[in-house]
């Protein structure tokens, strides 16, 4: 062999931490978005996770009426987080249909009890079944369903206040 | 008080890794004895047994569930059984990397007491290495990972660990692979001590094969044994999923496998230096890379690790600090390396260069593969590389590698002609063909499957065939390793071969009381019934599996729901044949009264792992072999010198000794090659 060949392995590998270093800095999305958005919601049908609240249907979806679907739970912290701008939403008239992901009927009272109960209705998902029919892959997660009982819009995560606004938008376009 | 001595074995640990690089440095630097060079040594050892207290301190808080030790309050619980307990310890990312650490330690404490053949320059330059890659290892443990961080207020209650993980097999998977991946670090250590002393000898191969031999087995049986465990842990059905997880496994494998067999060229022949050096350096890079790719969560896996960039850019760095630093040296100085014996390309020698290639182009793959995605993502392009990519690629260098696998072993050293060989190598062929034929004819498989199922019938058969003609009672232990390894290599090929060309699968929803069919079982599904665990509660299927009119057997499939931290598994149920696996997954409710059960008969699908054991089994024969002929050899040349004479030579060179029932006629070496003057 060579002499120049000798440096080719350390060139490769030059190139290799290149690569790596750039992805590295880059920021990573975490999000899986769901293969969903533009279909139709799939067939589901579930009963109410609490007492005061009726559970929800699939076909209850294709009324004319645009509505958001939050995938949420309450033993998970981020829905804590964003239960105040599911409130701001519910005040600016956005109709809220909760699924409580494998929860029980009693910490869903005491979670709504304690960080408020935005919802029209709460179907209970006991073992993700609907989540992840819809291609949701963490709770919380919220959807912009259409009339017509269409998904045209998935945000992941968290809604915090910036969001509010573009969800909003999003229902009314669902809406037109 | 446990959790702080441990930390300060630690700092004390990574002080005399430091200790052991710069007195290394400074020692071969100087050239001549020094008092610091007489450090080295004993360095080496102390800092194992700080290591080795650092981590007993570890397990002890987590045998206590001492919950004021952060790690501890977050990856284990009071309730869990101990064993689970003391596997927690090395269930995550800073328990893991300590355990690393104090393997590396020993490991290195371990050549510094034993390892007496090399010059002492290249054993001081081999120990500077070792101790500057512990070094940053400490760094990385010490700066960034502290597994003995205390919470400012003590947690009440642990927060468990990943139910997925709390499986026997699972506890003792990863260190298997550490340990492996530790024993390459124990190789790349030598080739950069010997490469920094120019000292490319078969006797730097001989110091270093017992450690990829053993590197390779703890590899083989981790590859082995997380394939075992994917296959019934996550229901899938499969066994290999080219997962960059797995790929971080088998990379390294393939580096070692190559590195195994051209260290024993440079050991038996003193030729392939270079090679041998690159590939010492390739092996380590391979581990280091898995490493980095699965706990940067720089490529998305299903197995999910403590990911963090912070910790990736840290073990990147240090990647680059070794692998660069390796392969600078190399650049630097691998050209002033003389060329080893010349060999003819008809050879044991050459059949093993070709089949070296192979499994470095084979690598390369592997690697390419699994960068690949990384590669795109800087263009915003997400891509998974999957079997379409890997099988049949990989396939174009695997297939003549099993060719020359089934031939090389009967090849003699140096130079030999193929037409010695050539009823051997008739033979062979014709039951490639007639294999290819019967199975075409008898069944529809596909091209690979069927291939596989060829290769592994003439494989099983060329594996034995270097035996032919040998008293047995005389063919020395490591001849019977690699008999052994060649034909786990054959066995495994046909449960791969095997599974993927008969394997029948059946999706049904059942009532209770409704029976299906898959292969020649069926299968009844008597009752659905809830149970609970501790911590899980579970929907069971009562299933009754019938071969023909034989008695049923009872499988019990679960779908389990864990509530801390929320999660949801398949407990698969295996019935065992030998002749295959009945494989019964539990689904969720069809809706109407029916529940999915999901069924697999897998012909044979067992001797993938039988044949992975196989060829642990002949790296073990072979480690036991060399160690024996090295311990052998030593008693000789100490009773020599005690008498005052030169050591014979056979013992300088053990593979070239005249065996002492002689030769058998067409395995003695053949004629030496003329050294070709330079033109």
């Known amino acids: 062999m060579t002499g120049w060949r000798m440096w080719v392995p350390l060139l490769l590998f030059a190139g290799f931490l290149g690569v790596a270093g750039y992805q ?28 005061d609240r009726p559970g929800i249907a699939s076909a209850q979806f294709r009324d004319g009426q645009p509505r958001l679907l939050n995938i949420w739970a309450s033993w998970c912290v981020p829905c804590i987080a964003e239960a105040p701008y599911l409130e701001r939403l519910k005040e600016q008239g956005a109709p809220i249909v909760g699924v409580a992901i494998r929860d029980r009927p009693e910490d869903v009272a005491r979670f709504l009890e304690r960080h408020g109960n935005p919802y029209v209705a709460i ?21 912009v369903i259409d009339g017509e009982g269409r998904i045209t819009y998935q945000h992941i995560g968290d809604i915090r206040e910036s969001d509010v606004p573009v969800l909003l938008e999003q229902l009314r376009e669902a809406g037109a | 008080m446990i959790a702080e001595l441990g930390l300060a074995a630690l700092w004390l640990a990574a002080a005399l890794a430091g200790l052991q690089t710069i007195a290394g440095f400074l020692a071969v630097r100087a050239n001549t004895p020094t008092a610091l060079g007489a450090l080295i040594r004993p360095a080496a050892v102390v800092q194992g047994v700080f290591a080795g207290l650092a981590f007993c301190a570890l397990l002890y808080v987590f045998a206590i569930t001492d919950l004021s030790v952060k790690l501890v309050a977050s990856n284990s619980h009071a309730l869990k059984p101990m064993v689970f307990k003391l596997s927690g310890a090395w269930g995550n990312h800073e328990g893991s990397m300590l355990l690393w650490v104090t393997v590396m330690a020993l490991a290195g404490g371990l050549i510094a007491v034993i390892e007496r053949r090399l010059p002492d320059r290249t054993m001081q330059a081999t120990l500077a290495a070792q101790g500057f890659v512990a070094m940053g290892f400490y760094a990385f443990l010490l700066l960034s990972s502290n597994p003995f961080e205390r919470l400012p207020i003590p947690a009440e209650v642990g927060m468990g660990l990943n139910p997925l993980l709390q499986d026997i097999g699972l506890a003792f998977h990863p260190p298997t692979l550490y340990f492996g991946y530790v024993g390459l670090s ?44 994917a296959y019934y842990e996550l229901g899938w059905g499969g066994w290999w999923f080219w997962d960059p997880v797995e790929n971080a496994s088998l990379m390294p494998w393939l580096a070692a496998t190559a590195l195994l067999h051209s260290a024993s ?40 690790f403590a990911v963090d960039p912070e910790r990736g850019t840290f073990i990147l760095l240090l990647l680059a600090l070794y692998i660069g630093g390796a392969l600078l040296l190399f650049a630097l100085r691998a050209s002033t390396i003389s060329e080893g014996k010349r060999f003819a390309i008809a050879s044991r020698e050459g059949a093993l260069v070709v089949n070296n290639v192979m499994l470095s182009a084979i690598l390369a793959i592997v690697l390419l593969g699994t960068l690949y995605p990384l590669l795109t993502e800087a263009f915003d392009v997400r891509v998974s590389v999957g079997p379409p990519y890997f099988n049949p690629v990989g396939a174009i260098f695997v297939v003549p590698m099993l060719l020359v696998m089934a031939v090389g072993p009967l090849l003699r050293w140096r130079q030999d002609r193929f037409a010695r060989i050539s009823r051997e190598m008739m033979a062979l062929a014709a039951i490639l063909v007639v294999a290819l034929i019967l199975v075409a004819v008898l069944g529809a498989v596909a091209l690979l499957p069927l291939l596989g199922l060829a290769l592994a019938a003439m494989l099983a058969v060329a594996s034995f065939l270097p035996l032919r003609g040998r008293k047995l009672t005389r063919v020395p232990i490591a001849t019977w390793g690699m008999v052994v390894a060649h034909f786990g290599i054959a066995v495994a090929l046909f449960g791969m071969a095997s599974e993927s060309a008969f394997t029948e699968e059946r999706l049904a929803a059942l009532e209770p009381g409704g029976t299906t069919q898959v292969g020649d079982w069926a299968v009844t599904l008597d009752a659905i019934v809830p149970v609970a665990g501790p911590n899980w509660t579970a929907i069971e299927g009562q299933l009754s599996a019938r071969l023909g009119d034989g008695a049923p057997i009872e499988m019990r499939p679960q779908s389990r729901t864990f509530w801390a931290p929320p999660q949801q598994t398949a407990e698969s149920v295996l019935a065992t044949r030998w002749n295959g696996q009945l494989y019964a997954v539990m689904g969720d409710a069809a809706g109407d009264g029916r529940w999915q059960v999901r069924l697999w008969w897998k012909p044979f699908v067992t001797f993938i792992w039988y044949g992975g054991l196989l060829v642990a089994l002949g790296g073990v024969l072979a480690i036991i072999g060399r160690v024996i002929d090295d311990l052998r050899a030593r008693n000789r040349r100490r009773r020599a010198a005690e008498l005052g004479e030169d050591p014979a030579p056979e013992d300088r060179l053990p593979e070239d000794r005249w065996p002492e029932d002689g030769w058998p006629e067409d395995r003695a070496p053949g004629p030496p090659i003329p050294e070709e003057s330079p033109a």
């Not at chain 2, 703890?218 to 394939?227: D, E, K, M, Q, R």
């Open chain 1, 24 to 51: 590295l800095s880059q920021p990573k999305n975490e999000f899986i978005e769901s293969r969903m958005v533009g279909r139709e919601l799939p067939y589901f049908d579930l009963r109410a996770a609490t007492a």
């Open chain 1, 123 to 143: 179907g209970a998902d006991d073992l993700s079944e609907v989540q992840f029919a819809i291609g949701s892959s963490g709770v919380p997660e919220t959807f």
């Open chain 2, 186 to 229: 124990i190789a790349f250590s030598f080739a950069v001590g010997a490469l920094l002393t120019r000292q490319v000898t078969p006797d730097f191969a001989r110091a270093m094969r017992p450690w990829v031999l053993g590197a390779w087995v703890f590899l083989t049986v981790g590859i082995t044994a997380g394939s075992y465990w």
């Open chain 2, 265 to 304: 060229v440079l050991a038996a022949r003193d030729a392939l230096r270079v090679w041998t050096i690159m590939l010492g350096v390739v092996a380590f890079s391979m581990s280091m890379l898995g490493t980095f790719l699965v706990r940067s969560g720089i490529l998305t896996s299903v197995h999910s």
